[in-house]
């Protein structure tokens, strides 16, 4: 997120530089255009931010061993923003924590019960300028 707030600070001190140095209608029209558009991304993501909804899928039951990642799924009206989130896994007997993310496998080279729990979901708008 900050890697794009940057590069929209450039393009914004792009646009300004440009208007400062050609002085007409058309650059006018690129500043205001890049100074409203995070706004106007925020505009159209605010539906699809509000209603997003965050499942975690796993089964209920795991073999010592086995190879499960970890999934969440998007449940939501029309284009889906960007997210993220990590994941908590904690192990209550021996009381291992472990942080991952989507896709990554769980830690299930030793038997016991897992906890498992999504913190600090955040849902961006569509330019991931604002969260």
């Given at each position: 997120?900050?890697?794009?707030?940057?590069c929209?600070?450039?393009?914004?001190?792009?646009?300004?530089?440009?208007?400062?140095?050609?002085?007409?209608?058309?650059?006018?029209?690129?500043?205001?255009?890049?100074?409203?558009?995070?706004?106007?991304?925020l505009?159209?993501?605010?539906?699809?931010?509000?209603?997003?909804?965050?499942?975690?899928?796993?089964?209920?039951?795991?073999?010592?061993?086995?190879d499960?990642?970890?999934?969440?799924?998007?449940?939501?009206?029309?284009?889906?923003?960007?997210?993220?989130?990590?994941?908590?896994?904690?192990k209550?007997?021996?009381?291992?924590?472990?942080?991952?993310?989507?896709?990554?496998?769980?830690?299930?080279?030793?038997?016991?019960?897992l906890?498992?729990?999504?913190?600090?979901?955040?849902?961006y708008?569509?330019?991931g300028?604002?969260?």
């Amino acid at each position: 997120m900050a890697g794009r707030r940057i590069c929209y600070i450039l393009a914004l001190a792009g646009c300004v530089g440009f208007y400062i140095a050609y002085q007409k209608w058309f650059a006018w029209i690129v500043l205001l255009t890049v100074l409203f558009l995070p706004w106007f991304s925020l505009l159209l993501s605010l539906r699809a931010m509000f209603c997003l909804k965050l499942r975690l899928t796993l089964p209920d039951r795991i073999t010592q061993g086995a190879d499960i990642n970890i999934r969440l799924d998007l449940h939501g009206t029309g284009v889906r923003p960007p997210f993220g989130c990590r994941i908590r896994v904690s192990k209550p007997c021996t009381g291992e924590n472990w942080i991952l993310r989507p896709g990554d496998a769980l830690p299930t080279e030793h038997c016991g019960g897992l906890s498992v729990r999504v913190e600090k979901a955040k849902v961006y708008d569509f330019l991931g300028l604002s969260a």
